[in-house]
């Protein structure tokens, strides 16, 4: 959420397209609000609450979201907030879920395990984590 210290806005160029800096490299970026954010995207109410907040995050019901995901700079790209750690019986991580609810995992079976939690998961973000730990813990792993 505080990217807004390494993202800066130089120049607005249309409605949506921004001329943009990444601070820590000094890399220029030019970002446009992804098509289906827009209209969150006019709700400023993150943003006064939270001046150092990215200036593209939005809040979307009780999701924030990022509205610039096609176009978001490098380290956006690599930053992956872990919303589930998923621990095997012996104890090591075997995976983790992202906050895009997408697995991150090599292990075969928990991958399998993940088809089916993708083919029955609720449609809502904000049910699903809280689904999926639930899912995993009845097959037998432990989460954080």
């Given at each position: 959420?505080?990217?807004?210290?390494?993202?800066?806005?130089?120049?607005?160029?249309?409605?949506?397209?921004?001329?943009c800096?990444?601070?820590?490299?000094?890399?220029?970026?030019?970002?446009?609000?992804?098509?289906?954010?827009?209209?969150?995207?006019?709700?400023?109410?993150l943003?006064?609450?939270?001046?150092?907040?990215?200036?593209?995050?939005?809040?979307?019901?009780?999701?924030?979201?990022?509205?610039?995901?096609?176009?978001?700079?490098?380290?956006?790209?690599?930053?992956?907030?872990?919303v589930?750690?998923?621990?095997?019986?012996?104890?090591?991580?075997i995976?983790?879920?992202?906050?895009?609810l997408?697995?991150?995992?090599?292990?075969?079976?928990?991958r399998?395990?993940?088809?089916?939690?993708?083919?029955n998961?609720?449609?809502?973000?904000?049910?699903?984590?809280?689904?999926?730990?639930?899912?995993?813990?009845?097959?037998?792993?432990?989460i954080?």
């Amino acid at each position: 959420m505080y990217l807004g210290d390494y993202i800066v806005i130089n120049d607005q160029i249309e409605e949506f397209t921004f001329a943009c800096e990444s601070v820590s490299s000094g890399t220029p970026f030019t970002a446009s609000v992804d098509e289906d954010k827009r209209a969150i995207y006019a709700n400023r109410t993150l943003r006064d609450r939270h001046p150092s907040a990215c200036p593209f995050l939005r809040q979307d019901g009780v999701l924030i979201r990022c509205t610039i995901h096609r176009d978001s700079p490098a380290q956006c790209k690599s930053y992956r907030c872990t919303v589930i750690r998923i621990v095997g019986e012996d104890g090591t991580l075997i995976g983790r879920v992202t906050g895009t609810l997408a697995l991150h995992s090599d292990d075969p079976r928990l991958r399998a395990i993940w088809n089916e939690i993708e083919k029955n998961r609720p449609v809502s973000d904000f049910e699903a984590e809280e689904w999926i730990a639930s899912f995993l813990k009845m097959r037998g792993y432990r989460i954080e």
